[in-house]
């Protein structure tokens, strides 16, 4: 990158191109792995120390130097978006820190708190010119140029509304480049970006233009993925852009979320990994809420597949959350889940008398305790049902655990049958 500069600036700029991340070129398509930059790994650290001396020596630095410095670092800034951070291939955790040790050095330069801050600040002169340098290059070639590429995602994730906003017709088209991509890393990154795009833009200007119905299907695709951190960087994202899209939809019509709980039913329901089941259940709880009344017409579905997972071994987050899910169903559409009450009721018993008599481990006890909840809610809303499918098991002692959970069901369900009972004779 060529950089307009002056005498002062010479020794920045001729720092940061040696460290800057070169075009990256190989022979075939094909992930990046650490091998690619192990012999770059020490310019660029070296690079990174130099810019910071020479920023402790110099007290005017012209906006352009200001702008290469920001993609430099950017290179070697971790993400928001990431609670566990990973170094990308070419960077490591000491790389990552002088890089946050130059950063505050010119938010005290530029007289700013943040880097969101230095970016707007006047007319977005930092903004304009950080993206002036990447974006020529990642249109070019996002696969040749991964620094540039992980410097736009941080550039982004820093900018919230309405900056964002701004900018999203410049920025989008290489947020969906990456989620089509066919390496994970660029679908990663891609649903990382596109989940601060959602969540910082109103919806109304992501409806403009189709920019909602783009957004879905771009992130849809990926829901297939066998990749489990390709789903996991999906799956929030999806949601919030289905919620968006569902918004408005009357109860008695289906909408964007009934497309979408149709998949995931369905992969659900073939579906063996514990961790992807973990990741599509909490999906599915969203989209629970989302549908709110309109969940009525997928309890069916629900229920088998409720009953299906319960019976799996050694799957306990994802029977947690669908117990959790089921419990909403209920609140939601108390006369439907009752029609499935059979399958259900059965699928409970079964799974609290497994988990009562494992080890009291806090997950088996949290299991009991779902279940529990479960049934205490089918007790109040279909006392006649929990009667009907529990005839006498009250009266079979199995162990302290499941017999208090039983008691305390069967109890309520007579209590709230006589009160019918007595009500519908004083009437």
């Known amino acids: 990158m060529e950089v307009p500069s002056k005498m002062g600036d010479k020794d920045i700029l001729a720092a940061v191109a040696v460290g800057l991340l070169s075009e990256v070129k190989h022979s075939e398509d094909r992930p990046l792995n650490k091998q690619d930059f192990q012999s770059h790994l020490p ?59 130059i950063k505050a050095k010119l938010l005290k330069l530029s007289s700013v708190s943040d880097l969101t801050s230095l970016l707007i600040s006047n007319n977005k002169k930092h903004l304009i010119g950080c993206l002036s340098l990447i974006l020529p290059k990642l249109e070019e070639s996002f696969l040749m140029h991964p620094g540039e590429q992980h410097t736009l995602a941080w550039i982004i994730e820093a900018l919230p509304h309405p900056h964002l906003a701004h900018q999203l017709s410049r ?77 408005g939809t009357s109860p008695a019509k289906p909408g964007p979320a009934d497309r979408l709980i149709e998949q995931v039913i369905n992969r659900l329901g073939v579906e063996s990994n514990s961790d992807t089941c973990s990741l599509l259940s909490g999906l599915l709880c969203g989209l629970v809420e989302t549908l709110g009344p309109g969940v009525a017409r997928w309890i069916p579905s629900l229920a088998t597949l409720l009953a299906g997972q319960l019976d799996h071994p050694a799957n306990t987050q994802t029977q947690m959350q669908l117990l959790q899910m089921w419990a909403k169903v209920v609140e939601i559409a108390p006369e439907c889940a009752n029609r499935e009450g059979e399958i259900i009721i059965k699928a409970l018993i079964k799974l609290m008398y497994k988990a009562s008599h494992l080890e009291q481990l806090e997950e088996n006890q949290q299991i009991v305790q779902e279940c529990s909840g479960c049934l205490m809610l089918l007790a109040k809303s279909s006392p006649d049902s929990v009667l009907q499918h529990c005839h006498g098991l009250d009266q079979i002692k199995i162990n302290k655990i499941f017999d208090v959970k039983v008691a305390q069901f069967m109890l309520l369900a007579r209590e709230l049958k006589n009160g019918q009972s007595i009500e519908i004779v004083s009437h």
């Not at 110099?58 to 290469?68: A, E, G, N, R």
């Not at 993609?71 to 993400?79: D, E, K, M, N």
């Not at 890393?185 to 109304?204: E, R």
Request: aromatic content about 6%; some cysteine; hydrophobic content about 40%.
């Open 43 to 101: 310019v660029s650290f070296s690079s990174l120390e130099k810019v910071e001396n020479l920023l402790d020596s110099s007290c005017d630095v012209k906006d352009t130097t200001i702008q290469l410095i920001l993609v430099f670092c950017g290179q070697h800034s971790s993400l928001s978006s990431e609670s566990d951070p990973n170094h990308p291939y070419w960077s490591t955790s000491e790389h990552q820190n002088k890089a946050e040790e």
């Open 171 to 247: 920025l989008l088209p290489h947020a969906l480049r990456w989620l089509d991509h066919w390496i994970k890393d660029n679908q990663i990154l891609g649903a990382k970006v596109m989940k601060h795009i959602i969540t910082n833009s109103p919806p109304t200007e992501l409806k403009w233009y189709g920019r909602a119905d783009l957004l879905a299907s771009a992130l849809l695709r990926l829901l297939h993925s066998r990749e489990i951190e390709v789903l996991q960087s999906v799956c929030d994202p999806l949601l919030e852009i289905t919620k968006l899209q569902h918004l």
